[in-house]
């Protein structure tokens, strides 16, 4: 149980247009959903924390006009990865928290976007 | 100063030894801690957490927690190459609140 899934694993754009990366709860409902990058030989970032049906809590450095983040259901958040650029490449990953068991957060296998 | 601090490493271990990892924390009210494995090019997979003062066990891991020195460390007994990874220390910094805060992770590597 507990698993979760993103959506694609890996994409290769052109700078300047925008990305959308899903994470979905399989089998369970997920009250929140964390979004994370990591670049490479670094740790895991948090980018925002979202709910489902309210606007996402961004991190402080984090441009929430650039990161799109829509919690749209208990099983499905989505960011959007908006005029990307080369900068913006990274690894993308989810989690979510299950409803009856808030502290662990069960990640998604991430995904790799290169901006070109 | 960071709030979660690790050791980069990287740490190399005999296959069989016991591998130690370390991990710090700046905020004395933090409630849970977790460690999570990842390999290279994966996400991190949850291997234990902990709350209370003390060791918790599962199988060939041992998590031990010291609230007075705000220290949490992850034993790893029998070591096998398949264990060579980056082992990511999180704290639950606020109570009530789902948010972790990740050190930056020790390099692992387990010599056969």
């Known amino acids: 149980g507990a698993v979760v899934s993103q959506h694609p694993s890996w994409v290769i754009c052109k700078s300047g247009t925008s990305v959308k990366i899903e994470c979905r709860s399989l089998?369970?409902?997920?009250?929140?959903m964390f979004w994370y990058r990591q670049f490479p030989k670094q740790s895991l970032m948090l980018m925002a924390t979202?709910?489902?049906?309210?606007?996402?809590?961004?991190e402080q450095g984090v441009e929430k006009d650039k990161f799109l983040i829509n919690h749209a259901s208990l099983t499905l958040s989505t960011l959007t990865v908006t005029s990307a650029h080369p900068e913006d490449s990274s690894f993308y990953i989810c989690?979510?928290?299950?409803?009856?068991?808030?502290?662990?957060?069960?990640f998604g296998p991430g995904t790799r976007l290169t901006v070109t | 100063q960071k709030e979660v601090e690790q050791n980069s490493g990287p740490l190399s271990v005999p296959e069989g030894a016991i591998a130690s990892l370390n991990c710090t924390y700046s905020?004395?009210?933090?409630?849970?801690f977790f460690w999570y494995r990842q390999y290279s090019g994966k996400s991190p997979e949850l291997i234990m957490f902990?709350?209370?003062?003390g060791d918790k066990e599962d199988g060939r891991f041992t998590a031990q927690l010291n609230k007075a020195s705000q220290y949490v460390s992850l034993l790893i007994r029998d070591s096998q190459p398949s264990d060579s990874a980056t082992y990511l220390c999180?704290?639950?910094?606020?109570?009530?609140?789902?948010?972790?805060?990740f050190g930056t992770g020790t390099r692992l590597t387990i010599i056969p």
């Open positions: 989690s979510a928290t299950n409803e009856g068991d808030s502290y662990e957060q069960y």
């Open positions: 089998d369970f409902q997920a009250t929140t």
């Open positions: 979202s709910n489902e049906g309210s606007k996402a809590t961004y």
């Open positions: 905020d004395r009210g933090s409630q849970s």
């Open positions: 902990i709350y209370s003062n």
């Open positions: 999180a704290v639950n910094i606020y109570f009530g609140n789902e948010k972790l805060t």
